[in-house]
């Protein structure tokens, strides 16, 4: 078994890891202090404990770096030489809602503390305070950052189901319309091909439009599969067999300037899959992948075995183990950047002008593969290319 050494844990849009988030931006820390010298000292062990930290030392900095940083945590002291810290808290809420503010000052009271958990301050430390006592605070902080963007996730996904689910019965009701309307075409076309042989330039005509009718049939069939979950019967499919079919049909399809090529293992085994949304999220793939090299490229298409075990990093992200066969997209385009990436799986997300691209391509890609029993996982860098890995369950039985 061929297995795969040089695929990244790469799995993204899953329910354990938000989005690919870097831990180094949950835990940036802005400090706001008049004192330099405590602002560097405080800046410096925080440092040491993993956090990155941004110091300023009057409300305008403080303001201009909460805009430029976008901190998760602020510590800001009470008494500043310019303003007032609750009143920069109260700023700063108004300015970024999230922000969790941790109030810090020599001179405490019971007026202070209400005032500031008042303009929305989370918690109020004492100079001076043990670091244990200020990591422990800091790690509450972060933990509830954490719930606040899970939450946020969650509501987002429902909101994109519900869309989803909403599109899928405009889109199915549409469909069997338009079955309706074609189901009179193609009957009447079908006579008028009995009735034109003798005609050659009619029955040619007659051909080409019984085409078109077979175009309209395929897309009112990839209308009906989106939203649904349920992808109609599935199949034991031989990729070695049905990769290099779809490759001839690429050739005519894609630009003449990408380069398309096919590199297949040896002994690949089956997968079972709905044949049809296998060929669609492929070729999503394809024109994603051609849309990204509009000067030309070189696109390649690979499959090999991979035998996941437990201890393997895909597993932590979801993706159980055993044995899989991925197909993998690779392509030399303009790539994308992270924050791009992160956001790549979300159903009508698209950086593509207005009238270019619905944003439902990778989406529905990624639904094909959940519903598949395995996952997508992208691996992109701007001007390096994208490479998505379609990591398909073996098929329980085997062809012969």
Same mark, same amino acid.
């Given at each position: 078994?061929?297995?795969?050494?040089?695929?990244?844990?790469?799995?993204v849009?899953?329910?354990?890891?938000?989005?690919?988030?870097?831990?180094?931006?949950?835990?940036?820390?802005?400090?706001?202090?008049?004192?330099?010298?405590?602002?560097?000292?405080?800046?410096?062990?925080?440092?040491?404990?993993?956090?990155?930290?941004?110091?300023?030392?009057?409300?305008?900095?403080?303001?201009?770096?909460?805009?430029?940083c976008?901190?998760?945590?602020?510590?800001?002291?009470?008494?500043?030489?310019?303003?007032?810290?609750?009143?920069l808290?109260?700023?700063?809420?108004?300015?970024?809602?999230?922000?969790?503010?941790?109030?810090?000052?020599?001179?405490?009271?019971?007026?202070?503390?209400?005032?500031?958990?008042?303009?929305?301050?989370?918690?109020?430390?004492?100079?001076?305070?043990?670091?244990?006592?200020?990591?422990?605070?800091?790690?509450?902080?972060?933990?509830?950052?954490?719930?606040?963007?899970?939450?946020?996730?969650?509501?987002?996904?429902?909101?994109?189901?519900?869309r989803?689910?909403?599109?899928?019965?405009?889109?199915?009701?549409?469909?069997?319309?338009?079955?309706?309307?074609?189901?009179?075409?193609?009957?009447?076309?079908?006579?008028?091909?009995?009735?034109?042989?003798?005609?050659?330039?009619?029955?040619?005509?007659?051909?080409?439009a019984?085409?078109?009718?077979?175009?309209?049939t395929?897309?009112?069939?990839?209308?009906?599969?989106?939203?649904?979950?349920? +992808?109609?019967?599935? $199949?034991?499919?031989?990729? *070695?067999?049905?990769?290099?079919?779809?490759?001839? &049909?690429? %050739? @005519?399809? =894609?630009?003449?300037?990408?380069?398309?090529?096919?590199?297949?293992?040896?002994?690949?085994?089956a997968?079972?899959?709905?044949?049809?949304?296998?060929?669609?999220?492929?070729?999503?793939?394809?024109?994603?992948?051609?849309?990204?090299?509009?000067?030309?490229?070189?696109?390649?298409?690979?499959?090999?075995?991979?035998?996941?075990?437990?201890?393997?990093?895909?597993?932590?992200?979801?993706?159980?183990? +055993?044995?899989?066969? $991925?197909?993998s997209?690779? *392509?030399?385009?303009?790539?994308?950047?992270?924050? &791009?990436? %992160? @956001?790549? =799986?979300?159903?009508?997300?698209?950086?593509?002008?207005?009238?270019?691209?619905?944003?439902?391509?990778?989406s529905?890609v990624?639904?094909?593969?959940?519903?598949?029993?395995?996952?997508?996982?992208?691996?992109?860098?701007?001007?390096?290319?994208?490479?998505?890995?379609?990591?398909?369950?073996?098929?329980?039985?085997?062809?012969?």
């Amino acid at each position: 078994m061929t297995d795969l050494t040089d695929l990244h844990s790469d799995l993204v849009g899953d329910d354990v890891i938000p989005h690919g988030t870097d831990p180094a931006e949950r835990k940036r820390v802005l400090i706001v202090d008049d004192d330099e010298d405590f602002a560097a000292s405080l800046a410096g062990l925080l440092e040491l404990e993993g956090y990155q930290t941004i110091t300023a030392h009057d409300p305008p900095t403080a303001q201009s770096a909460l805009a430029s940083c976008q901190p998760a945590v602020a510590l800001v002291d009470v008494r500043l030489g310019i303003g007032n810290g609750v009143e920069l808290v109260r700023a700063f809420r108004q300015q970024s809602p999230d922000l969790i503010c941790l109030m810090v000052t020599a001179y405490a009271s019971v007026e202070t503390a209400v005032e500031a958990l008042q303009a929305g301050a989370y918690d109020y430390l004492c100079k001076p305070f043990h670091s244990a006592d200020l990591l422990a605070t800091l790690e509450r902080c972060f933990e509830r950052t954490r719930l606040m963007e899970e939450k946020r996730l969650a509501a987002e996904r429902l909101g994109q189901m519900q869309r989803i689910e909403a599109m899928g019965q405009l889109t199915g009701g549409i469909a069997h319309d338009f079955n309706n309307i074609l189901a009179v075409l193609l009957a009447n076309l079908r006579w008028l091909q009995e009735h034109v042989q003798a005609e050659p330039h009619l029955a040619e005509m007659v051909d080409d439009a019984l085409e078109a009718v077979k175009a309209g049939t395929d897309l009112t069939s990839r209308l009906l599969n989106f939203g649904r979950r349920e +992808g109609g019967d599935t $199949v034991c499919i031989r990729l *070695d067999e049905a990769l290099p079919d779809l490759i001839r &049909v690429l %050739r @005519r399809t =894609l630009d003449g300037k990408i380069d398309l090529s096919l590199q297949l293992a040896d002994g690949l085994h089956a997968v079972e899959v709905h044949p049809a949304q296998l060929e669609t999220s492929l070729l999503n793939l394809a024109l994603n992948a051609r849309d990204a090299m509009p000067d030309g490229g070189t696109l390649r298409f690979e499959a090999c075995n991979l035998a996941l075990r437990p201890d393997d990093a895909r597993v932590a992200s979801g993706l159980p183990p +055993g044995q899989y066969v $991925v197909i993998s997209v690779i *392509d030399t385009g303009h790539g994308m950047p992270a924050a &791009v990436q %992160r @956001r790549a =799986l979300e159903p009508l997300f698209s950086t593509k002008p207005a009238g270019k691209g619905s944003g439902l391509g990778l989406s529905m890609v990624d639904g094909f593969a959940r519903q598949s029993g395995g996952r997508l996982g992208i691996s992109s860098k701007p001007d390096e290319g994208t490479r998505i890995n379609l990591y398909l369950p073996r098929a329980p039985q085997s062809l012969t």
